[in-house]
């Protein structure tokens, strides 16, 4: 299995929505760890070394400015200034996926007279991050939304995924989840069944 640059999205956690990061052009997670040299003096054979902590990571990213999508570098400055960390996601919505929490350390703004403007962006992970491989849950691109239906197949609500819905007592509801662009629902289905 290839994978390809130009199918992995790096996605930002904004009021409760993954969005990707505006015309980024390249992301990359880098893992570090901390390591001591376990040699002794007199072993007489290779150096050997040993792990001395848990292993950190940051992200970067680099693309081009645009001040009107909404996870641009002027949001990530916001973010950054106002002391907030984030929810971020690196998939291709399909085979591979890495997500984490991380704090953005430096946000670049590069406004070349000749050549459109450009930015690059550090993140500094802030605990351990999950990989996973296969079964990956596609991120909801920006105004999915979820039908949700009675057992006679009439509908109750639309609501934007992810999101939330409150109900107090049901018996079948057919969560319905489309695709925007095409107006055809996306497969599998799924149906909860509740019986208190």
Same mark, same amino acid.
Request: some cysteine.
């Given at each position: 299995?290839?994978?390809?640059?130009?199918?992995?999205?790096?996605?930002?956690?904004?009021?409760?929505?993954?969005?990707?990061?505006?015309?980024?052009? *390249?992301? &990359?997670?880098?893992?570090? @760890?901390?390591?001591?040299? /376990?040699?002794?003096? =007199?072993?007489?054979? !290779?150096?050997?070394?040993?792990?001395?902590?848990?292993?950190?990571?940051?992200?970067?990213?680099?693309?081009?400015?645009?001040?009107?999508?909404?996870?641009?570098?002027?949001?990530?400055?916001?973010?950054?200034?106002?002391?907030?960390?984030?929810?971020?996601?690196?998939?291709?919505?399909?085979?591979?996926?890495?997500?984490?929490?991380?704090?953005? *350390?430096? &946000?670049?703004?590069?406004? @070349?007279?000749?050549?459109? /403007?450009?930015?690059? =962006?550090?993140?500094? !992970?802030?605990?351990?991050?999950?990989?996973?491989?296969?079964?990956?849950?596609?991120?909801?691109?920006?105004?999915?939304?979820?039908?949700?239906?009675?057992?006679?197949?009439?509908?109750?609500?639309?609501?934007?995924?992810?999101?939330?819905?409150?109900?107090?007592?049901?018996?079948?509801?057919?969560?319905?989840?489309?695709?925007?662009?095409?107006?055809?629902?996306?497969?599998?289905?799924?149906?909860?069944?509740?019986?208190?």
């Amino acid at each position: 299995m290839i994978i390809k640059g130009r199918d992995l999205i790096f996605y930002i956690e904004i009021a409760g929505q993954n969005i990707p990061l505006c015309h980024a052009r *390249t992301c &990359t997670i880098n893992t570090t @760890a901390t390591t001591l040299p /376990s040699t002794t003096l =007199n072993s007489g054979r !290779g150096e050997t070394n040993e792990y001395a902590g848990k292993y950190a990571y940051t992200i970067k990213g680099e693309g081009l400015n645009d001040a009107f999508d909404i996870a641009n570098n002027f949001t990530l400055q916001s973010l950054q200034t106002s002391f907030t960390k984030v929810n971020w996601t690196f998939t291709d919505n399909s085979d591979v996926q890495w997500y984490g929490t991380a704090l953005i *350390t430096s &946000t670049t703004f590069d406004g @070349a007279f000749d050549a459109v /403007s450009s930015f690059q =962006n550090e993140l500094l !992970g802030d605990g351990e991050y999950t990989f996973q491989t296969g079964h990956i849950v596609p991120v909801p691109p920006v105004g999915s939304s979820v039908l949700i239906q009675d057992q006679f197949g009439n509908a109750i609500a639309t609501v934007a995924a992810p999101g939330t819905y409150t109900v107090t007592k049901f018996d079948t509801i057919d969560l319905h989840f489309w695709n925007t662009s095409t107006n055809l629902p996306i497969t599998p289905q799924i149906t909860i069944t509740e019986t208190v």
